[in-house]
Nanobody
């Protein structure tokens, strides 16, 4: 079983950037499709981005396309979410998740392992 730990969250002004990291332990990251999700205050958790095991395929929420980039370094057992041009609407707790099966998906119930989350706050 893999354990996932997010880091890199914080407070940033609108238009700024943050890079989130998701470090895996217990199992090699290369075994999993990785996803990022977020939960804004008072809202349900939503899909943000996903990346295939070999990083050849990615998938994004429409509202983050062109601003966010998901990546992974399997040698370091770490996945990343580079977030640029941040907007107050991007505020929330960001979670990384791992999926055992192949196939990049947005549905949360298809991910098997979750981190504890990291807070991202974008001020206007």
């Amino acid at each position: 079983q893999v354990q996932l730990v997010e880091s890199g969250g914080g407070l940033v002004q609108a238009g700024g950037s943050l890079r989130l990291s998701c470090a895996a332990s217990g199992r090699t990251l290369s075994m999993y499709v990785m996803g990022w999700f977020r939960q804004a205050p008072g809202k349900e958790r939503e899909f943000v981005a996903a990346i295939g095991r070999s990083a050849q395929m990615t998938y994004y929420l429409d509202s983050v396309k062109g601003r966010f980039t998901i990546s992974r370094d399997n040698a370091k057992d770490t996945a990343y979410l580079q977030m640029n041009s941040l907007d107050p609407e991007d505020t929330g707790i960001y979670y990384c998740a791992g999926r055992r099966m192949q196939g990049i998906v947005a549905a949360q119930n298809l991910y098997h392992y979750w981190g504890q989350g990291t807070q991202v706050t974008v001020s206007s």
